[in-house]
């Protein structure tokens, strides 16, 4: 009986020990985005170590070695070796299956050694990407993390895209992005196993790709007049004599290094050539390609509608186009050229003789049979130089060029059509394809495009048509992420709207629709933010956020807010007060009701912690609430806010102009009358304005607060001047005006109208709340 006690102890003491380094692999262990075709779990690892040996046939393979290995060294402080001889065990070893597809890739790990077999590089290439993310996300590190286990679980992946198309186009005109962002952006394309860059390098804003025979398009057309201090929408029209000093240019020997850094992750570089229209910046280096020769400068900032484009009626514009081309091919080896080919408004071919000429000798009835002509004509030239076109869906109008693959960006109709006449598709609808969309409530957003594409409404995304046919949809080659960079001035802002967002496409464009679940994907999604913490990828985390949206009961004066988030059941909890968010926090269930002026703070929690950002308001009630508005001058019947009282519900509107809570004037002036319905004491009024000078939305420029007690005589109180300023940003802002207390029913406020904006635009002015204190 003595002997038996210390057996149980060791016997029991070496289950646990074996527990712990035997730990079960688990599907939760392994966190890959976009998300792999087949993945068996075994049990065991395989340990990377400074005597781990890549066994590479040939210098491409040691070139996609390379990128692990250095990883490697940077993080962990070893450098596994090359090697061409096959050890007996630890090491990573390449296989080709010719009968595999291009981009396809098997991975088998064991103790002793990984293989990765694939056709060729692309596969190659993926498989480590895959080890990359079976790794700790500490391999990111450009530092050395000790604490961290160089391994991964023992497992087979068999995997392939869904897709063949994924891509991503960065709008280098708007903003002039550099060779090291471009750099930059195709190592993160490669993590998440997208193959495309689709480099929009035309548009008018700024010419940005050396063309050799025509110096003038970067010498003069990559170079705006520096309005970067006012809003996109709201700059004003430049002077051709104006020098620019805002802007820059890939040279063509940039733009080759950027394409072999590509090749070598299998991401081929599309680029955009636009014609006929958004080339304002060739007319301003150029005027004879106009229809007029009319001398523009290179536009600061938003044009619409845009008339000066291309003439299409004379042979030198074709020339001309033809010799810009015959440079491009030079520097870029993709099957495509993109042509453009969107928003063309063609007043100017209506006029233009020679382009009149042109539609009569060809009998071309109007002129989108004209632009068809256009762009039928480059198509055939690049097709001679065994080359392909893509253009915008516009391309359909007036009839699509033969052999053209169109990219769908108004909605994904256009697609639709050009799949059933039996052409290739790349489906980037804007919805929820631009990238320069809202993620997340505009308050909390930096400033964006006026529409909403969240994280959950990317991963929903298909680029196949329900509609489709089977047919049709073998023509969908993929999709593809558009980021127009409007509002996007450097790349920290970029980073920002691309990712996560650009996760979520990735996978689907990668993974199989039945392989596909939003809310695993988002239990897979922390361990890719951690890795793009140790990189320092400027990310959103807008996905995380709680937001509100409160609906008042007049009657009862109570405002009801409901919490929401992008997760579906989400584990939202609150607190009123100053209390601060932590474990004592109220589970949100069902909307809270308020009765006086409340501060609330949110927070979505994983684990019973907060994460991401938490969201904080106060809701203010005033004397105001619920009271009788009359209005001297009427609001917009587009602006109409929540009715009659919508001025005095205390819901306050938001950066999002169209949040159904703002009332608006355009050129008048706002004059109304909030009466309390019986005699109150007060001694301040507040005016909740907006300014979005973009959006043509400009403060007021004087307020002014008169009372009286039976709206016949009135008293001014209080009188605030606010002088027309730019103004880049979207932004919210309150008139407080405070008076000697007093005792009164009717409170009037005057707020007086910009009513024309600089560039000589009719202003609008837009109030929510007039709170009475
Ligand atoms: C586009 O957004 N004009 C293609
Ligand atoms: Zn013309």
Redesign the pocket.
Same mark, same amino acid.
């Given at each position: 009986m003595r002997i038996l006690k210390p057996i149980f102890i060791v016997f029991f003491m070496t289950v646990l020990s074996n527990a712990y380094s035997q730990k079960i692999n688990t599907e939760k262990d392994i966190q890959l985005i976009p998300k792999p075709k087949q993945l068996v779990i075994r049990q065991g690892k395989f340990q990377f170590s400074n005597e781990t040996k890549f066994v590479v046939n040939g210098d491409s393979q040691k070139e996609i070695a390379s990128v692990l290995i250095h990883k490697f060294e940077t993080a962990a402080g070893f450098r596994p070796e090359i090697s061409s001889k096959i050890p007996k065990k630890n090491f990573i070893q390449f296989k080709v299956d010719a009968t595999l597809n291009k981009e396809a890739y098997l991975l088998d790990v064991n103790e002793k050694n990984i293989t990765i077999t694939a056709k060729g590089n692309a596969g190659f290439i993926y498989g480590l990407e895959s080890i990359r993310q079976l790794l700790p996300e500490a391999i990111e590190s450009k530092s050395i993390i000790t604490s961290a286990k160089w391994e991964i679980p023992n497992l087979t992946i068999t995997d392939e895209p869904r897709f063949q198309w994924r891509g991503l186009m960065l709008d280098l005109s708007r903003h002039f992005f550099d060779k090291n962002y471009v750099i930059e952006t195709i190592d993160r394309l490669a993590m998440l196993k997208m193959n495309v860059l689709h480099l929009h390098l035309v548009d008018d804003q700024g010419w940005r790709i050396e063309i050799k025979k025509y110096p003038k398009l970067t010498e003069v057309g990559a170079w705006r007049v520096d309005q970067e201090n006012a809003a996109w929408n709201a700059r004003l029209v430049t002077n051709p004599d104006e020098k620019g000093t805002y802007g820059g240019f890939l040279t063509q020997e940039e733009l080759k290094e950027i394409v072999k850094y590509a090749a070598a992750k299998n991401i081929e570089i599309i680029p955009e050539i636009e014609m006929p229209a958004h080339v304002s910046s060739a007319i301003a280096a150029y005027p004879e390609l106009? &229809?007029?020769n009319q001398r523009i400068g290179v536009p600061s900032g938003g044009l619409w509608p845009i008339t000066d484009i291309? &003439?299409?009626?004379?042979e030198t514009?074709f020339e001309f186009l033809q010799n810009v081309i015959d440079e491009v091919i030079t520097i870029f080896p993709s099957k495509y050229i993109h042509i453009g080919g969107d928003e063309a408004t063609k007043t100017?071919?209506d006029? &233009?003789?020679? &382009?009149?000429k042109?539609m009569k000798d060809n009998g071309l009835k109007d002129a989108h049979e004209l632009q068809s002509y256009f762009v039928k004509r480059m198509e055939k030239y690049i097709n001679s130089k065994g080359k392909k076109i893509i253009g915008w869906d516009e391309i359909l109008e007036g009839g699509l060029a033969p052999e053209a693959t169109v990219m769908s960006w108004r909605g994904t109709k256009g697609g639709t059509e050009a799949a059933k006449q039996g052409h290739d598709v790349i489906m980037s609808p804007e919805s929820p394809c631009y990238f320069n969309f809202y993620q997340g409530p505009q308050n909390e957003e930096p400033l964006a495009f006026d529409a909403y594409n969240p994280l959950n409404k990317v991963y929903e995304f298909d680029p196949v048509v329900d509609t489709m046919t089977p047919q049709e949809a073998g023509h969908v080659l993929g999709g593809q992420a558009n980021l127009w960079a409007e509002h996007i001035t450097n790349p920290k802002a970029s980073e920002y709207m691309i990712f996560p967002r650009l996760a979520a496409l990735s996978e689907v464009l990668w993974s199989s629709k039945e392989n596909r679940n939003w809310n695993n994907f988002t239990s897979r999604l922390p361990s890719l933010l951690k890795r793009y913490d140790y990189l320092g990828i400027n990310y959103a985390k807008s996905a995380y956020l709680v937001t509100a949206s409160a609906v008042a009961d007049l009657d009862k004066k109570v405002i009801n807010v409901t919490l929401k988030n992008e997760f579906q059941n989400p584990d939202i909890r609150y607190v009123l007060g100053d209390k601060s968010i932590d474990h004592q926090a109220i589970k949100y269930v069902n909307p809270i009701p308020f009765k006086e002026t409340t501060v609330l703070k949110a927070s979505l929690f994983q684990n019973d912690k907060p994460i991401g950002k938490t969201f904080t308001d106060t809701i203010v009630f005033h004397k105001g609430f619920g009271h009788k508005v009359n209005y001297l001058t009427p609001y917009s019947e587009s602006y109409k806010g929540d009715g009659p009282f919508g001025m005095v519900n205390t819901i306050r509107g938001s950066k999002n102009f169209h949040d159904g809570q703002w009332q608006a004037w355009l050129v008048n002036d706002m004059e109304i009358i909030v009466d309390l319905e019986k005699v109150q004491s007060i001694e301040k009024v507040t005016i909740g304005t907006l300014e979005s000078q973009g959006a043509g939305i400009y403060f007021p420029t004087q307020i002014k607060v008169l009372v009286s007690n039976d709206s016949i005589n009135y008293k001014e109180v209080g009188k605030i001047m606010r002088p027309f300023a730019v103004n880049v940003n979207s932004e919210l802002k309150e008139f407080k005006i405070n008076f000697e207390k007093r005792d009164v029913r009717f409170v009037k406020v005057i707020a007086t109208n910009l009513k024309k904006s600089p560039r000589g635009d009719s202003s609008w002015l837009f109030v929510d709340e007039i709170l009475v204190n």
């Amino acid at each position: 009986m003595r002997i038996l006690k210390p057996i149980f102890i060791v016997f029991f003491m070496t289950v646990l020990s074996n527990a712990y380094s035997q730990k079960i692999n688990t599907e939760k262990d392994i966190q890959l985005i976009p998300k792999p075709k087949q993945l068996v779990i075994r049990q065991g690892k395989f340990q990377f170590s400074n005597e781990t040996k890549f066994v590479v046939n040939g210098d491409s393979q040691k070139e996609i070695a390379s990128v692990l290995i250095h990883k490697f060294e940077t993080a962990a402080g070893f450098r596994p070796e090359i090697s061409s001889k096959i050890p007996k065990k630890n090491f990573i070893q390449f296989k080709v299956d010719a009968t595999l597809n291009k981009e396809a890739y098997l991975l088998d790990v064991n103790e002793k050694n990984i293989t990765i077999t694939a056709k060729g590089n692309a596969g190659f290439i993926y498989g480590l990407e895959s080890i990359r993310q079976l790794l700790p996300e500490a391999i990111e590190s450009k530092s050395i993390i000790t604490s961290a286990k160089w391994e991964i679980p023992n497992l087979t992946i068999t995997d392939e895209p869904r897709f063949q198309w994924r891509g991503l186009m960065l709008d280098l005109s708007r903003h002039f992005f550099d060779k090291n962002y471009v750099i930059e952006t195709i190592d993160r394309l490669a993590m998440l196993k997208m193959n495309v860059l689709h480099l929009h390098l035309v548009d008018d804003q700024g010419w940005r790709i050396e063309i050799k025979k025509y110096p003038k398009l970067t010498e003069v057309g990559a170079w705006r007049v520096d309005q970067e201090n006012a809003a996109w929408n709201a700059r004003l029209v430049t002077n051709p004599d104006e020098k620019g000093t805002y802007g820059g240019f890939l040279t063509q020997e940039e733009l080759k290094e950027i394409v072999k850094y590509a090749a070598a992750k299998n991401i081929e570089i599309i680029p955009e050539i636009e014609m006929p229209a958004h080339v304002s910046s060739a007319i301003a280096a150029y005027p004879e390609l106009a &229809c007029f020769n009319q001398r523009i400068g290179v536009p600061s900032g938003g044009l619409w509608p845009i008339t000066d484009i291309y &003439c299409a009626g004379k042979e030198t514009t074709f020339e001309f186009l033809q010799n810009v081309i015959d440079e491009v091919i030079t520097i870029f080896p993709s099957k495509y050229i993109h042509i453009g080919g969107d928003e063309a408004t063609k007043t100017n071919w209506d006029k &233009c003789p020679n &382009c009149q000429k042109r539609m009569k000798d060809n009998g071309l009835k109007d002129a989108h049979e004209l632009q068809s002509y256009f762009v039928k004509r480059m198509e055939k030239y690049i097709n001679s130089k065994g080359k392909k076109i893509i253009g915008w869906d516009e391309i359909l109008e007036g009839g699509l060029a033969p052999e053209a693959t169109v990219m769908s960006w108004r909605g994904t109709k256009g697609g639709t059509e050009a799949a059933k006449q039996g052409h290739d598709v790349i489906m980037s609808p804007e919805s929820p394809c631009y990238f320069n969309f809202y993620q997340g409530p505009q308050n909390e957003e930096p400033l964006a495009f006026d529409a909403y594409n969240p994280l959950n409404k990317v991963y929903e995304f298909d680029p196949v048509v329900d509609t489709m046919t089977p047919q049709e949809a073998g023509h969908v080659l993929g999709g593809q992420a558009n980021l127009w960079a409007e509002h996007i001035t450097n790349p920290k802002a970029s980073e920002y709207m691309i990712f996560p967002r650009l996760a979520a496409l990735s996978e689907v464009l990668w993974s199989s629709k039945e392989n596909r679940n939003w809310n695993n994907f988002t239990s897979r999604l922390p361990s890719l933010l951690k890795r793009y913490d140790y990189l320092g990828i400027n990310y959103a985390k807008s996905a995380y956020l709680v937001t509100a949206s409160a609906v008042a009961d007049l009657d009862k004066k109570v405002i009801n807010v409901t919490l929401k988030n992008e997760f579906q059941n989400p584990d939202i909890r609150y607190v009123l007060g100053d209390k601060s968010i932590d474990h004592q926090a109220i589970k949100y269930v069902n909307p809270i009701p308020f009765k006086e002026t409340t501060v609330l703070k949110a927070s979505l929690f994983q684990n019973d912690k907060p994460i991401g950002k938490t969201f904080t308001d106060t809701i203010v009630f005033h004397k105001g609430f619920g009271h009788k508005v009359n209005y001297l001058t009427p609001y917009s019947e587009s602006y109409k806010g929540d009715g009659p009282f919508g001025m005095v519900n205390t819901i306050r509107g938001s950066k999002n102009f169209h949040d159904g809570q703002w009332q608006a004037w355009l050129v008048n002036d706002m004059e109304i009358i909030v009466d309390l319905e019986k005699v109150q004491s007060i001694e301040k009024v507040t005016i909740g304005t907006l300014e979005s000078q973009g959006a043509g939305i400009y403060f007021p420029t004087q307020i002014k607060v008169l009372v009286s007690n039976d709206s016949i005589n009135y008293k001014e109180v209080g009188k605030i001047m606010r002088p027309f300023a730019v103004n880049v940003n979207s932004e919210l802002k309150e008139f407080k005006i405070n008076f000697e207390k007093r005792d009164v029913r009717f409170v009037k406020v005057i707020a007086t109208n910009l009513k024309k904006s600089p560039r000589g635009d009719s202003s609008w002015l837009f109030v929510d709340e007039i709170l009475v204190n």
